[in-house]
């Protein structure tokens, strides 16, 4: 069974500055989806990046990106120029691209990021 | 498009009490999934179906949860009874199968079982 493991319970910030959360998972398929999921205090799950397994160049999209290293099972996320905003839990989450999941997404169990103002 | 939908928001309830979580999923989505969230378990998978047909339920915790899907556009999460342990915040996604699209989440339902 996949399992996706976030060892940064929680992580700070200071405004306008980088952060890095971190995510490992283990799977022996070859092929599957990994996200960053968002979950402000108003409890919404907001997809924030994916990455599929079989594209070698990492996803970026605007201030987010990711370091995918497949070898290394290993997919961060890069936040830069932090914003208050950006402050809420996040969660890295494992997708089998097979059949046979029907798009159940695995979860870690998050990282809290706070942001200083 | 609205978005997936649960109702309701929040629901406070006694020991032993019945509860259902309603959800629409997002029109065209084939595939309906229950999410349970809490501090101490995170984020867990209850059940998921395909075409309104249930795929896999073992993340049900007991014989006191039961999920249906009637038709593409309306499924349950009933729990009878209910207990205190069961506070957490139930969340319901959709996603249509086959492809690489996202999963779409409901707001999710604040349940607290007092």
């Known amino acids: 069974a996949q399992t996706v493991t976030q060892s940064q319970p929680e992580m700070s910030v200071q405004e306008a500055e980088t952060v890095t959360l971190s995510c490992t998972y283990d799977t022996s398929e070859s092929d599957y989806y990994l996200f960053w999921y968002k979950q402000p205090p108003s409890r919404q799950m907001i997809l924030v990046i994916r990455?599929?397994?079989?594209?070698?160049q990492n996803a970026t999209e605007n201030r987010f990106s990711v370091n995918f290293q497949k070898a290394a099972k290993s997919f961060s996320l890069k936040i830069s120029d932090s914003q208050l905003g950006d402050a809420a839990m996040y969660f890295c989450a494992y997708r089998s691209r097979d059949g046979g999941s029907q798009g159940n997404l695995i979860f870690g169990k998050g990282t809290k990021l706070s942001v200083k103002p | 498009d609205a978005g997936v939908i649960q109702s309701p928001r929040h629901e406070v309830t006694e020991m032993g009490q019945e509860v259902t979580l309603r959800c629409k999923p997002i029109s065209g989505h084939n595939s309906l999934f229950w999410y349970r969230q809490t501090m101490m378990r995170g984020l867990e998978l209850l059940i998921y179906?395909?075409?309104?047909?249930?795929?896999?339920d073992s993340g049900m915790p007991e014989d006191r949860f039961s999920a249906k899907m009637p038709n593409a556009s309306f499924s349950t999460l009933k729990i009878q009874p209910s207990e205190p342990r069961d506070s957490a915040v139930y969340f319901c996604?959709?996603?249509?199968?086959?492809?690489?699209?996202?999963?779409?989440f409901g707001s999710g339902t604040q349940l607290s079982v007092l």
């Open positions: 990455q599929e397994a079989y594209k070698q």
């Open positions: 996604a959709s996603t249509r199968t086959g492809t690489n699209e996202k999963l779409f």
């Open positions: 179906f395909n075409n309104n047909v249930p795929i896999d």
